[in-house]
């Protein structure tokens, strides 16, 4: 990749998460190239390979294989110590909307978020270039902005997230200039759904995640993301909800160390769940029945939340599958169980099941009878689980013989 723009002329150093992991001794996920080249050079130097997107920062996707490397131009730092006139559009709240002039390395490096993930690594002299004190933040372990934080957060509010993300993953220590600062939290609120999404995968479908949800509800960092889920967890009763989120979380994280799969469907129903639950009893109370209670709930905790946060339909589905299987499983007579058991969904539906047991919002002897029954199906159904209906008999009261002869 390196070579290739190096074979035309120009500069191009590995930049950024694999130059910081590479220093801190953890095995990069990705690797990004920073150079001289415009993104129209760099479709030039590789062809149908390369495709150009972005609008805020128009950079070029280099497919490598089943590898996609991400390929920036140096840009332009519009500091008060740069040369540099400030080109960029922002919106009123310092947000950048739009920057797309270039410039050197050096500026480059100090338009960068953090002071880690400004080192340069450049394959033609085998050397790191750091140009923001990167390398002692790598030997410090400490994470650091580079420049101002407010500013540098209103420019682009969703560093506060790689902020608890980096810190968490990588156990570092977060600078006290760099915490996320309460006043500029509500910013997040503005940041599009979509994108809000992939950051949420993220900081959460990671085995660092439990550190990372830590964090998060410590900034209040939560709150612009899932606000009815917060809103639950700050009442008096939010306790068990918290525990839930924090069991589900921690599974998932256990899962992804293990190498088994995982959904952000499990993680969405979980964060979302103590909001439906609020909002289903509040409909109940007002007189609607517990079934259709429930799915109005979930409608309407949605439909809410693709707002802050999109859930894309391939999660969505599984997500609302798994709420709407919980009333079904008190159910445990005649064929229900083994209806119950060939749903495609039952198995995630049943974990989900083990967590609420497990933070006491269901009866443990429900969990464990369901646990049992997978293994024995033909555990009987324990007394308790409802009255079974009375048949009703044909045509009416039987005519009473008369003793009188005719």
């Not at 495709?51 to 590898?67: D, K, M, N, S, W």
């Not at 922002?90 to 002039?101: A, E, I, Y």
């Not at 050197?104 to 050397?127: H, K, M, P, T, V």
């Not at 609302?320 to 919980?326: A, D, K, N, P």
Request: glycine content about 6%.
């Amino acid at each position: 990749m390196l070579e290739g723009l190096q074979a035309e002329g120009f500069r191009a150093c590995v930049v950024g998460g694999a130059v910081r992991d590479l220093l801190l001794g953890v095995d990069p996920k990705d690797f990004d190239v920073a150079t001289d080249a415009e993104p129209e050079d760099v479709v030039d130097v590789f062809g149908r390979k390369a495709r150009l997107i972005g609008r805020r920062f128009r950079i070029a996707h280099v497919r490598f294989g089943r590898e996609i490397i991400e390929v920036s131009t140096f840009r332009a730092d519009p500091g008060e110590d740069s040369d540099s006139v400030d080109t960029r559009e922002l919106d009123d709240s310092g947000r950048v909307l739009r920057d797309n002039v270039f410039g050197s390395i050096a500026e480059d490096a100090r338009r960068r978020d953090f002071a880690i993930n400004g080192l340069y690594y450049d394959g033609a002299d085998d050397c790191v270039y750091d140009y923001v004190g990167g390398m002692a933040d790598v030997d410090a372990r400490r994470l650091r902005l580079i420049g101002d934080p407010q500013v540098r957060y209103r420019e682009d509010p969703v560093r506060m997230l790689r902020a608890v993300r980096i810190a968490a993953k990588l156990d570092l220590t977060i600078d006290p200039a760099a915490r996320p600062p309460a006043a500029l939290v509500p910013l997040l609120a503005d940041v599009p759904a979509a994108r809000m999404f992939e950051e949420v995968l993220k900081l959460l479908m990671t085995s660092a995640a439990p550190k990372v949800y830590a964090a998060l509800r410590d900034y209040g960092l939560l709150d612009p993301l899932f606000d009815q889920t917060a809103a639950v967890l700050d009442s008096p009763a939010g306790a068990a909800s918290e525990a839930l989120i924090g069991k589900a979380i921690a599974n998932t994280a256990a899962r992804i160390d293990a190498g088994k799969p995982v959904t952000p469907a499990f993680i969405f129903a979980a964060l979302l769940w103590p909001a439906v639950r609020e909002r289903a009893a509040v409909l109940e109370g007002e007189g609607m029945p517990p079934m259709p209670a429930l799915a109005s709930a979930q409608a309407q905790v949605v439909s809410h939340q693709v707002q802050r946060v999109a859930i894309p339909k391939r999660f969505g589905v599984p997500m609302r599958e798994i709420w709407q299987l919980q009333p079904r499983f008190h159910k445990r007579r005649g064929k229900q169980p083994n209806r119950l058991l060939t749903h495609p969904r039952f198995r995630a539906a049943y974990d989900f099941l083990l967590l609420r047991a497990e933070v006491g919002e269901v009866d443990d002897e429900l969990a464990e009878w369901w646990t049992a029954i997978q293994n024995d199906p033909s555990t009987p159904a324990p007394a308790s689980a409802g009255p079974r209906k009375a048949r009703s008999k044909r045509g009416g009261r039987r005519r009473r013989r008369s003793s009188e002869t005719a």
